[in-house]
């Protein structure tokens, strides 16, 4: 029960602090003026040309596979299967389990591997091509360290050794509550746990701001109108 | 001036750009001449580097980041995934890997996140954060001044990183702290005082204009105008000034007057606002930036006219289209039947689509043409009313004017053109070596239409590209005057004299 106090305390303050810390950045790019006009063009002249343009980059990395093929193929595979491993998850966080999540069981389980096929890519780069390894830091294969930790012990406790997921599924529920329940002390699911809460506490003082911070890019999120509307903010409007 | 280095050898057959190994600080020596303290005065810095200078760079980026989404964003969400690492033209002439965007990025970024990030306070090893010093600024001083601000980069970047806007920070920093690079501080004071960036007088530029129409009317038997100081009439032309005196921008100027003759619109340079570039950008100077706009609305309320056309200039015309409505606007007092400002490729299109210009292509037989999209008008604007304009209007301007065009590697034109080398501030002979170097992807793509094509002549919409191409052209052995600009071709085509 010591376990189940201490990691119930460690969820919390993690969802706190990434809640906070991601919502504090958020206010923070959105408060922050664009003064200048600065889309990269060829660039959409309407909002729903640039909700579109946006909306290719989110979904495909359309200008990622414009870029580099293999990054684009690592990355993208690493994102989607992120996606679904993430989806397939909800079903620890709900009772009843909705249909759709209980649909996406297996492709959820299969993404499992997808997401590390993929982080596995993305750090052979690293390592293999010059440029790459050239601008690399050591918290950028730590961060890939930690999701293929993440992932690995994700998969032990499905195919390696399994863990009570009932009661593990109970836990989690009755932390949503507040309603603290034993959590089963397998060293995969103590693994697994620690390691997502390290995750959520690095995530808004980390690269992960590119999630929040692509939105509020002017590059891309700009309409190219500069000559038809008047655009003034920040230091221009003064 | 640097010493004597290698210009970087062509292939023979090559359809993509080969991406290097590098070379680790192969152009650290490369350092343009600082600013004389009263060119750094003039434009509002210190003159020298000041004592404190360390505290005051910190603070000054912390200005920045707080007045600027894009720049906040750009430091914070950088993952290093690498996609930009072999898209810079100066990373792919000079190996150097400070060269690549990405790079020349964390060389601000790693200041960024020791003063302003909780990971580069607390763990600045982890996340590769320095404190700021003289060996810092020594890098920036070197590297911000090997970056031309052309965005390809960001065309590639996952998340639109723009590394001229980081770029333009750094140096915006550096000027407030009293190191200033020459070139471009010297000129900003000249176009200031004097009104471009020659620092041409009232009356030289007169004589010019006066030996110009006297020159034109010779050739052609027809007294085709260049107007200075007229007012009342309907178009305000803002040319870069190297259009009044250099090789070959001024067969451009040649081409516009041509066009307006045949047109039969009536138009007028200003001798007070004698200069598109607004070198301010480059160092990036919101301050300086308005001013110099500021000039060029002045002239055109001065002058009254009605429509305010931009000549053949890349940053020009982005600082133009982009940005003077936001800094100087609105233009309420100009026709509101045509965009303000307009670009004169545009002016030039509307006229061959209403059937206002008799063109003879055959005139430009001897000419077989390929166009370079100038960074600026590629990546930072737009003409026409499509997105994508800047690419279609020069092209079909050329098209219309002569029988020959053949376009380079896709991977090398429209939205993924590679710069000059010359761009951003970096026109000047103590940058020569960078600027050889970085021509070196456009010189690739060139060749390739040389050998396919016998392409003889390249054409350029930009006073920076036009001047760069000069010096890089030879360097790889190609002739000087294959450096066409777009209105002497289409000048060439016009049948002066066939319309009344």
Redesign the interface.
């Known amino acids: 029960m010591t376990l189940s106090v201490v990691y119930a305390i460690l969820f919390y303050a993690a969802t706190l602090l990434l809640v906070v810390g991601v919502v504090r950045?958020i206010i923070?790019?959105a408060r922050?003026?664009?003064?200048?006009?600065?889309p990269?063009?060829?660039?959409?002249?309407t909002k729903a040309?640039v909700v579109w343009r946006m909306t290719k980059?989110i979904t495909v990395?359309q200008?990622?596979f414009?870029?580099?093929k293999w990054?684009w193929l690592f990355?993208w595979t690493f994102h989607v299967a992120l996606a679904l491993v993430l989806f397939r998850h909800l079903r620890y966080f709900q009772e009843p389990v909705w249909t759709v999540v209980a649909l996406m069981q297996p492709f959820g389980q299969y993404a499992g591997f997808a997401m590390l096929a993929g982080l596995f890519g993305?750090w052979a780069?690293r390592f293999l091509?010059?440029?790459?390894r050239?601008?690399?830091?050591?918290?950028?294969h730590?961060m890939l360290a930690l999701l293929v930790a993440i992932g690995l012990s994700g998969l032990a406790i499905k195919y390696l050794a399994h863990t009570d997921i009932v009661a593990l599924k109970t836990w989690m529920l009755g932390l949503m509550y507040f309603d603290l329940q034993p959590l089963p002390s397998d060293i995969f699911v103590l693994l697994h746990l620690g390691l997502v809460i390290v995750l959520m506490v690095?995530f808004p003082?980390?690269?992960l701001?590119?999630v929040p911070?692509?939105f509020?890019?002017?590059?891309?999120n700009q309409v190219?109108n500069?000559?038809e509307v008047?655009?003034?903010a920040?230091?221009?409007a003064k | 001036m640097a010493a004597k280095f290698d210009t970087p050898e062509l292939f023979d057959n090559i359809e993509i750009i080969d991406?290097p190994?590098?070379a680790v600080d192969s152009m650290a020596h490369s350092r343009p001449y600082p600013a004389k303290p009263q060119h750094n005065e003039s434009l509002g810095f210190p003159g020298e580097l000041v004592d404190n200078w360390e505290e005051k760079a910190v603070t000054r980026l912390g200005e920045l980041?707080?007045?600027?989404?894009?720049l906040?964003?750009?430091l914070?969400?950088?993952?290093?995934?690498?996609?930009?690492?072999?898209?810079c033209h100066y990373y792919l002439g000079t190996k150097d890997?400070k060269n690549?965007p990405?790079?020349r990025q964390?060389l601000l970024r790693s200041i960024y996140r020791r003063y302003y990030?909780?990971?580069g306070k607390y763990?600045p090893?982890?996340?590769?954060a320095r404190d700021m010093d003289k060996s810092v600024l020594d890098e920036w001083y070197s590297y911000f001044h090997q970056c031309s601000q052309c965005?390809r980069c960001?065309?590639?970047?996952?998340?639109?990183?723009?590394t001229a806007?980081i770029s333009m920070a750094a140096r915006d920093i550096m000027d407030s702290v009293g190191l200033g690079q020459k070139y471009c501080n010297e000129i900003l004071g000249k176009l200031q005082t004097i009104g471009n960036n020659l620092g041409l007088p009232e009356k030289a530029l007169i004589n010019t204009l006066e030996d110009l129409e006297e020159e034109v009317e010779e050739d052609t038997g027809v007294a085709v105008k260049y107007p200075v100081d007229v007012k009342g009439a309907d178009v305000l032309l803002i040319v870069p000034s190297a259009d009044f005196f250099a090789e070959p921008h001024i067969d451009g100027l040649i081409g516009y007057g041509k066009v307006f003759h045949q047109a039969g619109i009536s138009w007028t340079l200003s001798s007070y606002a004698s200069e598109a570039a607004n070198f301010s950008m480059f160092i990036g100077s919101?301050d300086n930036l308005k001013k110099v706009a500021q000039r060029i609305r002045d002239a055109a309320e001065e002058l009254g006219v009605k429509r305010i056309i931009v000549g053949e200039c890349g940053h020009a015309w982005r600082v133009a289209?982009?940005?003077w409505?936001?800094?100087v606007?609105?233009f309420d007092f100009l026709d509101p039947n045509y965009?303000?400002?307009q670009h004169i490729v545009e002016f030039t299109y509307d006229l061959i689509q209403r059937g206002a210009l008799n063109l003879d292509k055959e005139a430009n037989d001897h000419r077989r043409i390929t166009f370079h999209d100038s960074c600026n008008v590629?990546?930072?604007?737009?003409m026409g009313?499509?997105?994508?304009g800047?690419?279609i209007l020069p092209r079909a301007l050329i098209t219309a004017s002569a029988n020959h065009f053949f376009d380079m590697s896709p991977e090398t034109i429209h939205?993924n053109t590679f710069c000059c080398g010359g761009g951003g501030g970096l026109l000047t002979d103590d940058l020569m070596e960078i600027r050889i170097k970085g021509a070196m992807p456009r010189m690739q793509a060139l060749k390739q239409v040389v050998d396919e094509h016998d392409v003889n002549s390249m054409v350029a919409i930009c006073a920076i590209c036009k001047a760069q191409f000069s010096k890089a052209l030879p360097a790889y052995q190609f002739p000087m005057g294959m450096i066409t600009s777009l209105h002497q071709v289409v000048g060439d085509a016009i049948q002066l004299g066939t319309k009344t």
């Not at chain 1, 922050?32 to 600065?38: C, R």
């Not at chain 2, 090893?125 to 590769?128: A, D, S, T």
């Open positions: 950045k923070i790019y922050t003026p664009a003064p200048l006009k600065i990269v063009t060829p660039a959409p002249t040309g980059e990395f200008s990622l414009k870029a580099s990054t990355g993305l780069r091509v010059d440029r790459v050239y601008i690399s830091s050591l918290s950028d730590l690095i003082i980390s690269k701001l590119h911070g692509l509020f890019m002017p590059t891309r190219d500069p000559r008047r655009h003034t920040g230091w221009t | 991406t190994r590098y980041v707080d007045g600027s989404r894009a906040r964003t750009f914070d969400s950088c993952v290093k995934c690498g996609a930009c690492t072999d898209k890997p690549m990405v790079a964390d990030t909780f990971s763990f090893k982890l996340v590769g965005r960001s065309v590639f970047c996952p998340y639109g990183i723009d806007e919101g289209y982009s940005f409505n936001t800094l606007g609105p965009p303000a400002p590629a990546r930072a604007s737009r009313n499509m997105p994508g800047q690419f939205e």
